[in-house]
């Protein structure tokens, strides 16, 4: 497999495109960004733990029947994946609030959430990703009504399996954000699963162990995602 040119830079990865066609190169950068990217840094070892992270997690999602983008670690930052036809849309659940839930709708962060909360969300920068319908990807064409319907459907297997995963290494999966794309007509799961894009809680303390310690400068972000990690079993110098 021999990586080509840059297809695209996003604030945490770029994607390069590949001698074979249906395959792209995702490399893990140590960006970081929060608030639309008006918070921005450069995070020491974040690219390798990011993508070691999400093999690990898209391993396990695979496992249990969810078709990922994943194909293999090439290396510290890289990985392999398969090239989608990403829907603009961001696929949020909830199990507990946190974030934009509590400051739209005036609820207490740590709330209960039964059954979990879906939202979708516009993936676009320039109105800071606004939270959207299903009407309004109807009407926009943003998906249609079957990609709607997989979307939300394996949006919550997503969370059957990782919720039982993290609260088996003593962390509570309190919320996440998923993207799918297309791949030769079937709807897969693409981007990344880390946490960067999701929120962690030690069961006990309920300590934060997420981007939140970028987003609330509580400091210690990548050794504490490094500690999810090692909670789940990951060994990130394999
Ligand atoms: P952002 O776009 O939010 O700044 P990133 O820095 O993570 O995010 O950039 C990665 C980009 O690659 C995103 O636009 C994402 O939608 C896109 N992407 C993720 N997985 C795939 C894939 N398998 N095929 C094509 N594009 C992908
Ligand atoms: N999220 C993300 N990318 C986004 C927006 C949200 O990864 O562009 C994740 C975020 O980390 C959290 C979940 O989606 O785990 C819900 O985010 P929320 O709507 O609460 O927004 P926030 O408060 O993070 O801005």
Redesign the pocket.
């Known amino acids: 497999m021999e990586k080509r040119e840059e297809l695209y830079a996003g604030k945490a990865k770029s994607v390069y495109t590949t001698d074979d066609p249906d395959k792209l190169v995702m490399l893990y950068r140590n960006d970081t960004s ?3 990217g008006k918070k921005l840094a450069q995070l020491d070892r974040k690219g390798m733990v990011n993508n070691k992270f999400n093999a690990f997690i898209m391993d396990k999602l695979e496992q249990a029947g969810i078709p990922t983008h994943h194909e293999q670690l090439l290396s510290d930052q890289e990985s392999l994946v398969k090239k989608l036809d990403m829907l603009p849309l ?1 696929c ?1 659940v ?1 199990n507990v609030a ?6 739209r709708l005036g609820v207490e962060e740590g709330t209960d959430l039964t059954p979990p909360t879906f ?1 979708f ?1 516009l ?1 676009n920068d320039d109105l800071g ?1 606004p ?1 959207v319908n299903e009407s309004h990807i109807r009407s926009f064409g943003w998906a249609t009504e079957e990609q709607v319907a997989a979307m939300k459907d394996l949006t919550f297997k997503v969370n059957d399996v990782l919720k039982t995963l993290f609260r088996d290494g003593g962390m509570l999966l ?4 998923l993207e799918f794309g297309m791949y030769k007509g079937e709807l897969v799961l693409g981007d990344e699963f880390s946490p ?4 962690l809680w030690d069961v006990e303390t309920r300590e934060k162990l ?3 310690r970028f ?1 609330q400068d509580l400091g210690d972000v990548v050794e504490s995602y490094e500690s999810v990690g090692r909670r789940l079993g990951l060994d990130f110098d394999a």
């Not at 946190?98 to 400051?103: L, N, V």
């Not at 960067?196 to 929120?199: F, I, L, N, S």
């Open positions: 929060a608030f639309d961001e949020v909830r946190a974030g934009s839930i509590c400051r939202e969300f993936k990703d939270m309190v919320d996440y954000k960067d894009g999701c929120r997420d981007k939140d987003r």
